[in-house]
């Protein structure tokens, strides 16, 4: 998972790191087996697989390439978009697109065709706006993606392409992770896969953009963002791998944009706001800029926190008489903020710099990396 | 065919001012610390919440309004003192995501006090009133608006081009590091743009508000970028260039909102389009052919900082 080292051979850090991953799954597994489907804990594994797969290609821009983009829901709201109108079976489109007369789509692709066909989509959305965009720096590259992504949302609702896109009304009825689960002729659940299968899929996706990352090209991107003008120098041609690494990850943001729409079972082109880009920029900095594993873990964490665990703090409390004051709905949002805010001041690192899992195993002295701050 | 343009002209120029009023708070902060404050479109939307709540205690206007100004401008003041100024020396990368964050907490925050829901907006005496000229019935906010952004333009160029802190601005938007070691307080001058900034948002939301009657968290976010958009159009760090890119705007959008009623009406087309959807859309699609095209704006001074 790392190229500090350069033998051929997997390290003894490396193989502890895939046990550690290994043992993940078969407990996701067998708590998926035993335990009732709905514990919130397999609502916050989906959702974090969804955005840790959303999460880390954020990171493959603004972390090892140096691009900051805030299309990341303009992307996602694509993915989820094809996903769904190549998904929906033919017989539930006309009760769908009841005001188009069912639509103009009228094939229905597998599940995971049109999933790799949302990040294929994505990703040429990606190529061409990053044609006039990738030439700005920074901040502006950063605004004008942004304003891509509420054009993309403005467009998605016009009431004229409706028979493709279902106007400003929902999608829905297209297959979800609750059809992943293995049933029996009569209709019960006999193996539950619902929450394996979204992290097996974001796990393969993370995995080859882990691979992308450690190759050459990978390492091309770190050179372009530590200084574009050596990298030009040693040869490295910005405007194409900038223009490859955008289509990248756009297209494993597609992706995620599939499984998003799987995970909420209805998709609205007006729920994919910036804010939902906010958030998934939060989660790559809370896990640290340029780091992997940060990326998941804060992933989990982020939703763990939003969905699950400060949930309390939306609901009033008694003690005694003593009513809890403060608490109330919207309470657990301004208690994130204020996280978000000390991480974003004091903790600029976030939870694990640009350290990556096999690197916790390691001595401190090849600790060497942690020292290096966020480049701009 | 004006008949049916003018209402829309008209609300196109006010808009414009209000948005004006915001993007000068971007293009200033811009100029001195290039940074792009995410937070000031909802140091705006505060703006307007500090109102509702300020007029609905009972005060009276003459006391809640001078109020609210001072609110925004402290607020303006308060985040540039705890979210940008521990990140001075900083790659730019992290204080442009501390201002994300600042838009993130400041929403939060509203949500959690108002609970989510519109908060609807008090009426001002006079300025919501309504006045008739020519074909347009309008409130007089919208005839006042372009006066008062004007004349509040020229009163920020004379600060700036005819004060000791206007100047200190002007030199330490040349050059940072120079114009401290000229002996001027670059904390005191960050300080002042952010208020003056603030003080803006302050009177822009004012304006804004009392047109859209209603306030909610997220109400900051789009005029916020819009201004943004205009600032960028003018070419950023320009103020004029701010003012003239708002009122383009403002007017485009409100043209492309009544753009099938004009087509309609002049007999072009034979039914709507329901091109109204794409008036948010023209704005970022005028950004992006800005930036590709000219990216120093139509006043921006020459720099390859941009691109």
Redesign the interface.
Known sequence: MSNTTQKKTLSKEQILSAVIVLVFYVAVFIAEQTIPSTSMLFTVLKKGATYALVAVSMNLLNGFTGIFSLGQAGFMLIGAYVYAIFTIPLAQRASVYQYYNGGIVQTTLPVFIAMILAGLVAAFFAFLIGLPVLRLKSDYLAVATLGFAEIIRAVFQWDKIGPLTNGSNMLRLFPTFNDFNIRNASGEVTIYLSTLVPLLISGVCIALIVLLINSTFGRALRAIKDDEIAAEAMGIRLSSHKQLAFCISSFFTGVGGAMLAMYQTTVQAKSFTTAMTYEILLIVVIGGIGSVTGSCISSFLFVACSEWWLRFLDQKHMIGNFEVPLLRNGFRLVVFSVIIMIVVLFFRQGIMGTRELPDLFRKRPTDRKKGRGIKA | MWNTVFPYLLSGISVGGQYALIAIGYTMVYGILR??NFAHGDVFMVAGILMVYISASGLPLFISIPLVLLLTSLLGYLIER??YK??RQ?????V???A??????L???V???T??LNQLYPTIPWISGSVTIGSATTKVVTVFTPFLTIALVVGLVQLINHTKIGMAMRAVSKDFETSQLMGININRVISVTFVIGSFLAGVGSLLYFSNYTTVIQ?SG?MPG?KA??AA?FGGIGSIPGAVIGAFIIGIAENIIKGLDIILFRAGLIAKP??LA??S??F???L??II??VK?TGLFGEKTT???
Do not use: E
């Not at chain 2, 900083?90 to 992290?94: D, I, V």
């Open positions: 940074l792009i705890i979210a521990p990140l900083a790659p730019r990368m992290s442009m995501i501390s994300i964050g600042v838009s993130y907490t929403q939060n925050l949500l959690y006090i609970g989510g997220t976010a970028l943004f958009v960028v389009l329901g959807t794409f948010d859309a704005t970022f699609a950004l992006i930036l590709a990216p900082d941009k691109v």
